[in-house]
């Protein structure tokens, strides 16, 4: 590109980010905005290094050439119904006049455009800063900031030409201009003429809020979201301030007339403003939003050997900030609307009632079960070991307390059978590690298997019977010889009870058991043992029995021979 | 080239107010000084009806509250003092070895921002003034308070003018920029010792 098609690139660029910086700091209403197109904004953000963000609305900037100046002037309109005239507060003036540059080496059109970008990269930033010192800019502020009706607004209009201001006009104005920028075509000068003083126009809101605590600060826990403010300024027929939007109106005010924190422009800490101007919510011109750190990885940005006029990025640079707040702000306002969740209470011994963090299904509650189901109910509350060895301790679960146990045993066997209705028990106990947690972890899962297997419970015991014994570990598989009896008369009633119960659900039936005893019984013995019903026995009365059958054993045994020395005796006493 | 001074306008300033004021001025000029790729970021003063940009810099922001911690720890030992905050820009150059071992860089300033406070205690300063007992101390005392505090509002917009103006002005001493950072420049904050 020729260096005559740079300048004048640069020329115009610059026209469009001085109209970007006096609209995006004026015109506080986003009429039309049209859609942010990323692309057209990251290459639009590059020009001067100045990131602006989005255009504030849609507006069709006059076509003009370099040489036509850009006229932008600031109103101040009355709102209806006052009958007042508009009136420029402000007139931005960016042209460029034709001079007559001295002829020097530094004037060649190759470094001319150099050095014309960089100082126009210097007056834009001055720019910046300048229109944010001017007293329309509270205005901006304030309209901007409040969802308030106020009897002026502010609007503008771009021109390339505007009557001058009469004499007397001229003198309520300041006229403020920035050093020119020399360029190819001549002089790039940006002035201002602005009034000092918006104190007569009488800028004010209607309905203004005054300042309130919110001493039930929606969000604390302790609160109810939804409950009505008591003194709301809502009775007075003021509306809640909310953080306009993007143009976004958030007029969908909470279903409670309750000014939550976030729909409440904070004031702004100056003290000495003749009216009250909320603090700015950010929006989507970079302003009053923590700053992304710019991208830097331009190449040379601003070197003069290796200038570029077409935005020298080589990735994409951060698109301009979206509305975070915003989002923000309606995830707060949803939180907000949600239900507490309750936290689940600790357990205590006999509680009945209770859920389970662990529960996968909340629906799940324990409730006493009237039944059998009830020691299940108790036992499977527990969800820590410790909580299980506490419930142990207190509930104590007797030697002589068959019945649970047998439970226990019926459970045990569902959980060794239960891979095929849950794989996360084959896959717990498999492990190897401590059945605790297999326990811990079974006492939730057990609920879920509520439905699927009714004789299902979780014990504590097995908490105690794995810390104290590897074989006890063994006895899962079925494994357990009998002379882990003897070896647990040493250890607790409880885990004595426990591997009781382990032997009875690896002995085989009592009709073909020969595991008891050593000397096989007769025949007769079988039969008589084999007539007994396993199932309906506790494990003392099991072992009386087997007492009782070796008694008679004996005693068959015994009358078996003296019937017979008698027989023989009386058959050889008849002749 | 030629370093070019500016020297603002003096301020007086309560303790409180230092660092709302060096704040707004030292963001002020470094962001005419930033010229990599910026996010404008707009602040409001706390103490004043002022608002000013900063670049958006975080490690910017860091240095600057670290050197005015600095100041106001210095204020605290020196007090009712006038004092300077200075913002200077330099050049870093290698030096030429003359001989062997020496192997030096050396700064070379082309810009230096003078920033004059003054600083007052009302407290310790008012009482030596008033000769009569006021009749109603609290109500004299704010007032003079939002009097003075008005008047530094005034006085900090003019400041900030004047930083405007003077970059401006001066703008062919700025060196080339050689890298692609938010802050072009290396700069120096330098406080009283």
């Not at chain 1, 003897?486 to 591997?499: E, F, L, N, T, W």
């Not at chain 2, 370093?3 to 709302?20: A, F, G, S």
């Not at chain 2, 707004?24 to 707009?42: E, W």
């Not at chain 2, 003054?118 to 308070?145: M, R």
């Amino acid at each position: 590109m020729a260096e005559s098609g740079k300048s004048e690139q640069i020329i115009t660029q610059f026209f469009l980010k001085v109209l970007h910086a006096v609209l995006g700091s004026r015109i506080p209403h986003r009429h039309g905005a049209a859609p942010p197109d990323p692309a057209r904004a990251r290459k639009r953000d590059r020009w001067f290094n100045l990131a602006l963000g989005d255009l504030p609305l849609a507006f069709d900037h006059p076509h003009h050439s370099v040489m036509d100046p850009l006229i932008i002037d600031i109103i101040l309109t009355p709102r209806p119904p006052a009958d007042l005239p508009e009136a420029i507060v402000e007139r931005w003036t960016a042209q460029c006049e034709s001079w007559n540059a001295p002829h020097s080496p530094d004037n060649s059109p190759s470094f001319l455009y150099r050095r014309t970008y960089k100082k126009s990269i210097l007056l834009l930033r001055s720019l910046y800063c300048f229109l944010r010192l001017l007293p329309a800019y509270r205005v901006f502020r304030m309209l901007r900031s409040s969802n308030q009706s106020h009897n002026y607004d502010l609007s503008y209009r771009a021109l390339s030409f505007a009557e001058p201001f009469s004499r007397e006009e001229e003198r309520e104005f300041k006229l403020h201009s920035f050093t020119p920028v020399e360029t190819q075509f001549g002089q790039l000068i940006v002035s201002v003429q602005y009034r000092p003083s918006l104190s007569d126009f009488n800028l004010e809101a209607s309905s203004l809020l005054p300042p309130m605590i919110i001493t039930d600060y929606v969000g604390s826990p302790a609160t109810d979201p939804m409950r009505a403010f008591p003194s709301s300024p809502y009775e007075r027929g003021a509306r809640p301030i909310s953080f306009p939007l993007r143009g976004v109106r958030t007029s969908a005010t909470p279903s409670a007339p309750r000014p939550h924190s976030w729909t409440s422009a904070p004031l702004v800490h100056h003290p000495l403003s003749s009216f009250p101007i909320p603090a700015s919510p950010p929006d989507g011109y970079g302003n009053r939003i923590p700053s992304q750190r710019p991208t830097t990885h331009r190449k040379g940005s601003f070197s003069f050997d290796e200038f570029k006029f077409s935005p020298p990025f080589s990735s994409p640079s951060p698109t301009p900030s979206p509305p975070a707040q915003g989002s923000s702000y309606l995830h707060s306002h949803l939180r907000s609307e949600t239900a507490p969740l309750s936290i689940p209470q600790p357990l205590t011994g006999k509680s009945r009632v209770h859920s389970s963090p662990i529960l996968s299904d909340p629906t799940k509650i324990f409730l006493p079960p009237p039944s059998p189901r009830s020691m299940r109910t108790d036992l499977s509350s527990q969800n820590s070991p410790l909580e299980s060895r506490s419930f142990r301790k207190s509930e104590g679960l007797r030697a002589g307390d068959i019945y649970s146990n047998l439970q226990w045993y019926t459970a045990q066997k569902s959980l060794k059978d239960g891979r095929d209705d849950s794989g996360r028990f084959s896959s717990v106990l498999s492990s190897g590690g401590s059945p605790r947690l297999a326990f811990s972890r079974s006492s939730s899962r057990l609920s879920m298997q509520d439905d699927i297997d009714d004789g299902d419970f979780s014990c504590p015991f097995a908490v105690d019977d794995v810390d104290t014994s590897d074989s006890q570990n063994r006895s899962l598989d079925g494994k357990e010889p009998p002379e882990s009896i003897q070896a647990s008369s040493h250890k607790s009633q409880d885990a004595a009870v426990g591997i009781l119960i382990q032997m009875l659900k690896t002995a085989a039936p009592l009709r073909q058991d020969h595991s008891y005893s050593s000397q096989s019984s007769t025949s007769e013995l079988n039969g008589v043992i084999g007539t007994s019903s396993f199932f309906s026995r506790r494990t003392s009365d099991a072992l009386e029995e087997l007492r009782s059958y070796k008694e008679m054993k004996e005693i068959l045994l015994s009358r078996s021979g003296t019937n017979k020395k008698k027989s023989s005796i009386l058959w050889h006493q008849d002749p | 080239m030629n370093c070019e001074t500016c020297q603002l306008k003096e301020l007086v300033v309560e303790p409180l107010e230092i660092r709302d004021v060096l704040r707004c001025i030292l963001h002020t000029i470094v962001f005419h000084r930033a010229l990599g790729l910026v996010r404008p970021k707009d602040v409001d003063c706390e103490l004043f009806e002022i608002t000013y940009v900063q670049c958006g810099d975080a490690e910017l922001e860091r240095k600057i509250d670290e050197k005015i911690d600095l100041f106001i720890g210095w204020v605290e030992k020196h007090p009712n003092k006038k004092s300077q905050v200075c913002l200077s820009f330099y050049e870093v150059r290698n030096k030429q070895a003359t001989w062997m071992f020496s192997n030096k860089t050396e700064r070379l300033y082309w810009e230096q921002w003078y920033i004059n406070l003054h600083v007052i205690n009302t407290k310790t300063h008012g009482k030596s003034h008033n000769s009569k007992a006021p009749i109603n101390p609290g109500d004299n005392a704010l007032e003079e308070s939002s009097s003075r505090r008005a008047s530094l509002e005034s006085a900090l917009h003019e400041v900030l003018f004047q930083i405007i103006k003077f970059v401006n002005e001066k703008k062919d001493h700025i060196p080339s920029v050689t890298n692609s950072e938010v802050i072009s420049f290396p700069y120096e904050i330098t406080t009283p010792r």
